[in-house]
């Protein structure tokens, strides 16, 4: 049963264009959603992360959208640029939890 | 600042083998975990330490083995490798759990890159 399910699987997009990944969860019980940025060859860093309590987080070029009710949240990356091609991987677990639980990655090209 | 660091980076087994993949951290965090890396699978939680002496089991824990003997140190031990073992193995080390209340953030290694054949 995946917990935490992520779409699309690969997104090109053009450079100055806007990326939006897509992630869906089942356990109403989870509430913290971090959104983490692999580069090839590395491990992932955390980009952003949200709780069910706020709709909207903008960090910079990055904002991260929440729909409680349909348990949805998604990743969008505007004036995308080809530096931020990487794979992206939706994550969630509870605040108390240490069990944190990954989508299946989203691997973003951006050409130039 | 070295971070999470994993050694080898690249290993490749015969069926059968046995291996550890080794795993430190410099940031005195008392959670590491272990996870592998698989094509449209994400990552997936084999198992999670939440101190020295303190291990439990994840989503994929069967075929391997970990202790945690030292803050510092998490490896992980590979019984008898199997091909369905090929994968890229990931370390992380993090602060308490919390969510944004304690800024909480996994830090991972670099990963070890394992194929068995």
């Known amino acids: 049963q995946q917990q935490v399910k992520q779409s699309p699987q690969s997104l090109i997009v053009q450079k100055g264009g806007i990326s939006i990944i897509n992630c869906a969860y089942e356990?109403?019980?989870?509430?913290?959603f971090p959104w983490y940025q692999q580069f090839p060859g590395k491990g992932p860093a955390l980009l952003i992360a949200?709780?069910?309590?706020?709709s909207e987080k903008k960090e910079g070029r990055f904002t991260i959208s929440f729909n409680k009710s349909a348990k949805q949240f998604s990743l969008h990356i505007m004036d995308s640029q080809p530096g931020d091609s990487a794979t992206y991987f939706c994550?969630?677990?509870?605040?108390?939890?240490?069990?944190?639980?990954f989508g299946s990655g989203t691997r973003l090209l951006v050409r130039p | 600042n070295a971070g999470v660091t994993q050694t080898p980076k690249f290993q490749v087994l015969k069926t059968g083998q046995s291996m550890t993949l080794q795993c430190a951290q410099d940031?005195?965090?008392?959670?590491m975990s272990w996870y592998r890396q698989d094509p449209g699978m994400g990552l997936r939680l084999i198992h999670y330490?939440?101190?020295?002496?303190?291990?439990d089991q994840g989503e994929v824990p069967n075929g391997y083995n970990v202790s945690r003997s030292t803050t510092e140190d998490f490896p992980l031990r590979l019984l008898s490798a199997a091909p369905s073992q090929t994968s890229v193995y990931f370390c992380?080390?993090?602060?308490?759990?919390?969510?944004?209340?304690?800024?909480?953030?996994?830090?991972f290694g670099s990963g070890t890159q394992l194929s068995v054949l």
């Open positions: 992380a080390s993090s602060t308490r759990p919390g969510g944004l209340a304690t800024n909480e953030k996994l830090f």
């Open positions: 356990n109403t019980a989870f509430d913290y």
């Open positions: 949200i709780r069910p309590d706020v």
């Open positions: 994550a969630a677990k509870m605040d108390s939890s240490y069990k944190l639980i």
């Open positions: 940031m005195n965090h008392e959670y």
């Open positions: 330490s939440v101190g020295a002496g303190i291990t």
